[in-house]
């Protein structure tokens, strides 16, 4: 690993790791069970972030608050929203990437938490339901919308539903029915609540507008 | 699931660096290696996350070629205007494929290396796989075999490759550069998968340590006048039962050139030369069309529950080629 950080401000950038990192953890890394572990390095090696039984340090935001926490390098995002972060708004249906109950917005981009490994995260930001809601804590219009238009039964789906729509009207994929359709065939509703779904969508992206 | 290593690579160099010294996993979007892990059926104890490695992340436009770094994520490059314009069946075949925050999250490169959605090999020891156990037996040749190939089987296995952008590269005749202990490399990505044979867990040509970092596609008439037809058991977000990669170059109603390839019927992505051969000079109509589709399916090898995909996938490729045609005349 270089002394130095490449300059430009890209995607490289965000997601090194700090230096002071990198020494602690390879500082760990040299505990008896480990000790031959050093010599392998080649100079121009990237430093493991975590070893194998180890916590490494990820931080970034979740709902604009600066996150900086302890995880397993086998967790997922959600489960690290979920069980540490106690975010409990989005849900494990399927925890393989099937259901979209787990969608949240990496970098204004919805994703499946449960297929992404919460170390991914590092210098990224978060956007769960919990931070929809607007400064004066008044409802997004897309949650409103789904109120409005009864767009759920039992609501397990329904967080996962609403990430998925708002970045489904902020992608421009909501101009038609069918439209709406496609771009949220991600999220599977057992309810079968789709038909109010479609029409909390259509409202809301007239409401969403401006953004 | 085991526990691993986990690091990030920022350069080419350091990925050959650590590849070198340790020989770690790469992972990119993970939505295939870490939901294999979580169902213990991939066991890495080393990865290194190659999502940080700049300038691999681009699409370029040349006169006769597109050219995509392997970390281009599936979502941009379904919506870039130059793949839409210049070769629409890669759009397509991309844009149909899992959902929006899966193609958000999900590279190229990581794509055409997916591993097959065969449900022995998917839940675990219960059941023989020869893919996940090496020499444990095949249980979808005596078992529920709906969603296996009729092309490119064996004795050891007949698991359908599953991804749809690899069928759609294969049509146009793209290739791949690789980069690990070979040095820099080109392939075709006709030739990046291999047959099962009596090695079903051996994939394609790559070596561990190799890895991809551009796919290259030419693109002309041929590529303009494409689309991807695929066909599945719900309306979106499904795998094919069957899809149709085509591309035409028309000329005052005659093929010229046409390029037939399928997916969700095949052990890997399945061109057919001799349904194209058989276009080649005619006028194409839907009845030519249709003949074209049948003759498509000529070898295919069904089991017990999927010859209906026969029938489906003629009706497939002959709508596919209408499709191509009309785009071809609005040129
Ligand atoms: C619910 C669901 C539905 C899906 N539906 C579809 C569908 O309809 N059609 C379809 O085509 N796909 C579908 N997929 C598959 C999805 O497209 C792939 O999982 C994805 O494209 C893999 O890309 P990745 O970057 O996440 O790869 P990863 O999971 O990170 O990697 C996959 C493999 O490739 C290797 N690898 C990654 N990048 C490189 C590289 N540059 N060079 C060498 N090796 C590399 C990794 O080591 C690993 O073995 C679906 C997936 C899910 C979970
Ligand atoms: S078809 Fe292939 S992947 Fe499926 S059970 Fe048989 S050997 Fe395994
Ligand atoms: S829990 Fe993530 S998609 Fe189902
Ligand atoms: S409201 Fe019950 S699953 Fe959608």
């Known amino acids: ?211 | 699931m085991q526990t691993f290593t986990y690091s990030r690579a920022r350069s080419i160099n350091e990925l050959r660096a650590v590849q070198a010294a340790t020989g770690d996993r790469i992972l990119a979007g993970g939505t295939t290696l870490y939901d294999l892990m979580k169902l213990r059926i991939e066991t890495p104890d080393r990865l290194v996350d190659v999502t940080g490695i700049a300038g691999l992340d681009e699409i370029i436009s040349h006169p006769d070629e597109l050219v995509f770094g392997a970390l281009v994520t599936m979502s941009d490059a379904a919506a870039h205007p130059a793949v839409l314009q210049r070769a629409p069946v890669l759009a397509e075949a991309l844009s149909k494929a899992a959902s929006q925050q899966l193609r958000n999250m999900a590279t190229l490169g990581g794509n055409l290396l997916q591993r097959t959605r065969c449900a022995y090999f998917r839940n675990g020891t219960e059941y023989p796989c020869n893919k996940r156990t090496p020499g444990s037996g095949c249980a979808a040749l005596e078992g529920l075999d709906r969603g296996h190939a009729l092309f490119g089987g064996s004795g050891s296995c007949i698991a359908v490759y599953p991804g749809d952008w690899a069928v759609a590269l294969v049509a146009l005749d793209a290739v791949v550069d690789v980069r690990g202990s070979r040095g820099t490399h080109t392939i075709d990505v006709a030739s990046l998968h291999r047959l099962p044979g009596d090695t079903p867990h051996v994939e394609t040509v790559l070596e561990p340590d190799e890895m991809i970092l551009n796919i290259r596609v030419p693109v002309g008439r041929l590529a303009q006048a494409s689309t991807y037809h695929k066909i599945r058991d719900r309306e979106s977000y499904a795998f094919a039962l069957v899809s149709a990669a085509v591309a035409l170059e028309l000329e005052e109603g005659f093929v010229r050139q046409a390029r037939i390839a399928l997916g969700g019927v095949a052990t890997r992505p399945w061109r057919v030369p001799a349904a194209e051969a058989g276009l080649t000079g005619r006028r194409l109509d839907r009845a030519t069309a249709l003949e074209v589709g049948r003759m498509t399916f000529a070898d295919a090898r069904p089991g017990r529950h999927n010859g209906f995909k026969i029938a489906l996938g003629a009706e497939a490729v002959a709508d596919a080629l209408m499709i191509a045609a009309q785009r071809s005349e609005n040129r």
């Open chain 1, 1 to 211: 690993m270089s002394e130095q950080d490449p300059s430009p401000r890209d995607r490289s950038n965000d997601l090194a790791i700090s230096r002071r990192d990198a020494l602690r953890i390879s500082a760990a890394a040299t505990g008896a069970s480990l000790a031959g572990f050093g010599k392998t390095m080649a100079a121009a090696q990237p430093m493991p972030v975590a070893l194998p039984g180890m916590s490494l340090t990820v931080h970034f935001q979740v709902n604009g608050n600066h996150i900086e926490t302890l995880v397993d390098p086998r967790a997922s995002l959600l489960d690290v929203l979920r069980e540490q972060l106690a975010l409990t708004g989005a849900k494990k249906g399927c925890d393989h990437g099937q259901c979209g109950a787990c969608t949240v917005h990496v970098d204004g981009r919805r994703v499946a938490s449960c297929l992404t490994l919460a170390a991914k995260v590092e210098g990224r930001q978060v956007l769960t339901i919990e931070g929809l809601s607007l400064e004066d804590g008044s409802l997004h219009p897309m949650q409103q919308a789904f109120i409005d238009h009864d767009a759920l039964q039992c609501g397990y789906c329904t967080p996962g539903q609403i990430m998925a729509a708002v970045a489904c009207v902020q992608e421009g994929h909501a101009s038609s029915d069918a439209e709406i359709r496609e771009y949220m065939s991600g999220n599977i509703c057992r309810c079968g609540a789709y038909v109010g779904i479609v029409a909390a969508i259509r409202d809301a992206a007239v409401t969403m507008g401006g953004d």
